[in-house]
């Protein structure tokens, strides 16, 4: 611990702490610019300068480590005329016309610090010279003549999710921000995720969609959770007068710590589906509006007369519902109506063999913290770059830093072209190939632990011929593999899409052998599907849906979408009812069309691929005659005489988990 | 306008203050025997302004710079990006609604357009009170401690530059 002085108040803090955090932990402000908790310090504005006695001159405290016996001033009247200076500087560089800029008001970080320094105006003019406005992009619009070069954007796109699209090019007066080689930002490598627009202190950086619509003090601000896949990203959602203005990350953020991407940040608010507001029954081929008792007492009176039937009704969910609804769903359907058809959309392609495999390794997963310091990353059957986007930049930010990255899969990819090794497999030949890889180890000797193999020669030639790939490629992954410190590996779809068991073995008895897994890390995760994939898996709702002549098809839809090969299997059915928010080619086949809430509409709890419980909260009120997904439900149990009890925490415990849920 | 903003508190600085000259009386300057306290609004956008800034300045003991306008320059000052000539062409001679062959007038008793600018870089102002405009509130609370004999401190809610 290194003690030292600020304002005159004794400070203690541990070695290689900034004089910045050292003062934030003690609860002293000092005013910065380019500084942010999630970023690594810049010392570019030059705004945080304090004074150090003994020091030649004012020292950036966000740059600065702290000393024993220190004294530092932080609110000297040099300082403040300094700060004062900084900011003039700062507003002269560019074009700073705060009547008319959104942000102004409150929501500029550079206005606020000049307020902060009670400065009226500032005493020298701006150069008037006319920098370019960029609005190629969907999604937001970047203003050079409101940019102070703090970097803050250039870091986040780099250094928080490994995209590194931003930078700054030229020097001096004439620095700007660009993407890539200086292209427009629409045509760029740019992923859309939008943490730079997140983290830009000024109005350089707008969000499109919610300009001008309100300042963050007319704003309500609703803790949630992300509901767009198994990573389950905290976010803030930003209502006005019961409308959705913006989606930010929230830095508290448990697994994200403030990342979205943009089916997290944009897709939510960019719905073009048409909503239903009302409940309807198919009357003499039509749709026709019906009130609540209507449409509730026809689907009761449906399902009730084919209870125990065991071809009578196939029910199936999707796994954007909340745990308690999937529970409600599963009990009712498959406990109460003991239809032997109950299953989710994802139809356990994402789970099933993972969590089968748990039942013999109960929790043998791991969590996603495990990837923050992985040396070696290994991702077999994933498009996790694509689909679960912040789950991989917790590992792409760190290829520049040395991580090895390894990509198997029959398709190419993006990932490919960061990857040390990139495997193009034959489909079909994982068991084979993952078998090669055990092989190389143990003949090389390079085992952790002890694995008997007989005859790894063959092993090896089949791996080749099987996956079609050369035996230097094969060993040059092996190799990598096994002489990491911290190896990961990561599997998805590609690999449980092939519903084999044995398959999830091999691969853990890989990261066993090469110290993915051992006593104290569990390197080993499979990235699992939508948001509640897990809770599916755990209920139970995991088996294929093929429909077996059942008379009535029930498909608690929400506000998912509908596949064409789900569309095409239930138009074979008799009678189907639709739980569902839009209209689709769903409703266009229903014979019941129950209209509920969307998913800022209801709240629920979520669990995430490594295990960690979450609630999603309601953020706005649905349109009137929309009836929250649960309580529909509990409406129809209670039509057919069916009382509900199961408490989904429970209800999660009747299988093994893949994974340690807390 | 936003002067008026401030409603019947006006007449409490009017009790405290004489209010020798303003756009909307008989007298529209300071006259040569000169005032306390100038509150002077608008951009220096022309020789004629300067006029006014150079007279205010010279007759009033304290000038205050009032609005975005005078304390930055203000909207007027976007014109900056292009030069007073390009602008000047644009509103007399290109604008579609000019008649053909109209002309940048140029009698030689019109003021001479110049570089926007604010009031500060042209004399030395004593207070700067920013605002587009600066609300009721703000302009109540310069005035009155103006004429209390009292230096106004915007900052918190009385501080704003847009």
Redesign the interface.
């Known amino acids: 611990m290194v003690q030292l002085t600020i304002n005159g108040k004794l400070v203690e803090a541990l070695e290689g702490t900034t004089v910045l955090r050292a003062a934030q932990m003690a609860g002293i402000h000092i005013p910065t610019l380019c500084d942010h908790k999630e970023l690594t310090p810049y010392g570019g504005c030059r705004l945080c300068i304090v004074d150090v006695e003994g020091a030649r001159v004012p020292m950036a405290s966000c740059t600065l480590p702290v000393n024993n016996g220190m004294v530092v001033h932080t609110n000297s009247d040099t300082i403040k005329k300094s700060r004062e200076f900084i900011l003039s500087m700062l507003f002269s560089e560019r074009n700073h016309f705060c009547p008319f800029c959104q942000v102004s008001g409150g929501d500029c970080e550079l206005q606020n610090a000049a307020y902060h320094e009670e400065m009226t105006h500032w005493p020298i003019q701006p150069g008037w010279s006319d920098f370019t406005v960029d609005t190629t992009h969907p999604y937001f619009i970047l203003d050079n003549n409101r940019c102070i070069l703090c970097r803050r954007c250039v870091r986040a796109c780099g250094d928080l999710v490994g995209n590194f699209t931003l930078s700054v090019a030229e020097r001096g007066a004439a620095s700007m921000v660009v993407a890539d080689i200086d292209v427009p930002l629409g045509e760029s490598s740019c992923i859309k995720c939008g943490t730079c627009v997140q983290v830009c202190p000024t109005g350089a950086l707008i969000d499109r969609a919610s300009v001008y619509q309100a300042h963050d003090n007319q704003l309500e601000e609703i803790k949630s959770v992300c509901v767009g896949c198994s990573v389950g990203c905290s976010t803030k959602i930003m209502v006005r007068n019961n409308r959705i203005v913006r989606i930010e990350g929230d830095w508290d953020g448990a697994v994200n710590h403030g990342l979205l991407c943009e089916h997290g940040r944009y897709d939510p608010t960019n719905e073009s589906r048409k909503r239903i507001t009302t409940p309807q029954i198919r009357k003499n081929g039509k749709l026709e509006p019906v009130t609540w008792e209507e449409a509730l007492s026809t689907v009761a009176n449906k399902l009730q007369p084919l209870t125990g039937d065991k071809n009578g009704i196939a029910a199936i969910a999707s796994t954007r519902l909340s745990a308690e609804t999937l529970t409600a769903f599963k009990e009712l359907f498959a406990d109460k109506l003991q239809s032997t058809l109950v299953t989710s959309i994802e139809e356990g392609i994402p789970t099933a063999s993972v969590t089968r495999f748990a039942e013999k390794h109960e929790a043998f997963e791991g969590k996603l913290d495990v990837l923050r310091n992985a040396d070696t990353v290994l991702c077999i059957g994933t498009n996790i770059h694509r689909s679960h986007m912040v789950a991989g930049f917790l590992f792409k930010r760190n290829l520049p830093k040395g991580t090895r990255l390894i990509t198997i899969d029959p398709e190419s990819s993006e990932l490919d072209d960061m990857a040390n090794v990139a495997l193009k497999t034959k489909r079909g030949s994982d068991l084979a190939l993952i078998r090669g890889l055990q092989a190389i180890i143990v003949k090389e000797g390079l085992g952790r632990t002890p694995l008997n193999l007989t005859d790894a020669g063959s092993l090896i030639e089949q791996a080749v011929s099987a996956a079609g790939v050369s035996y230097e490629e094969l060993s040059q992954t092996a190799q990598l593999l096994a002489r990491s410190i911290s190896p990961v590996i990561l599997f998805g779809k590609g690999i449980t899409a092939q519903r084999d068991e044995a398959l999830v073995e091999e691969l853990y008895r890989l990261a066993v052998l090469v110290g993915a897994v051992d006593s104290e890390r569990h390197g080993l995760l499979s990235i699992k599907g939508e948001a509640n994939s897990l809770v599916a898996s755990l209920l139970g709702l995991d088996t294929a849906f093929e429909l077996n002549g059942q008379q009535v098809v029930y498909v608690a839809l929400g506000d998912d979408y509908v596949s064409k090969s789900l569309i095409e299997r239930v138009s074979k059915a008799p009678y189907v009812v639709a739980q569902t928010c839009y209209e689709s080619k769903l409703t266009e086949q229903a014979d019941v069309v129950l209209p509920v809430t969307m998913w800022a509409e209801q709240e629920g709890h979520y669990i995430n691929l490594d295990g960690r419980t979450q609630s999603a909260q309601k953020a706005i009120n649905a349109p009137e005659n929309v009836r929250d997904n649960l309580l529909v439900l509990n409406e129809i149990a209670t039509r057919t005489n069916m009382t509900m009890a199961a408490d989904w925490q429970k209800a999660i415990l009747t299988r093994k988990s893949s994974v340690t849920l807390n | 306008m936003s002067l008026l903003d401030m409603d019947e508190r006006i007449l409490k600085i009017v009790e405290l203050a004489d209010l020798r000259s303003t756009p909307i009386t008989d007298l529209k300057e300071p006259d040569a025997s000169g005032v306390d306290v100038g509150v002077l609004e608008g951009g220096i956008n022309n020789t004629a302004n300067e006029e006014v800034a150079h007279k205010m300045r010279d007759r009033a003991k304290i000038l205050v ?1 009032l609005g ?1 306008c005078a ?5 007027p000052a ?1 014109r ?2 292009c030069g007073a000539e390009a602008a000047l062409k644009r509103a007399y001679v290109e604008a579609e609604s000019n008649e053909p062959g109209s002309q940048v007038p140029n009698d030689p008793e019109l003021a001479t357009m110049t570089k926007t ?2 009031i ?2 042209v004399v030395p102002v004593d ?4 605002g ?1 405009p600066p609300d009721a509130d703000v302009i109540f609370h310069v005035l009155s401690e103006l004429a209390q004999g009292r230096k106004p ?4 809610d009385l ?4």
């Not at chain 2, 501080?159 to 847009?162: D, G, I, K, R």
Request: charge should be negative; glycine fraction near 8%.
């Open positions: 710079a975005d304390v930055f320059g203000g909207i976007m900056n990006f600018r604010a500060h870089e207070f700067n009170v920013p587009c401190d915007l900052k918190d501080l704003h530059w847009h």
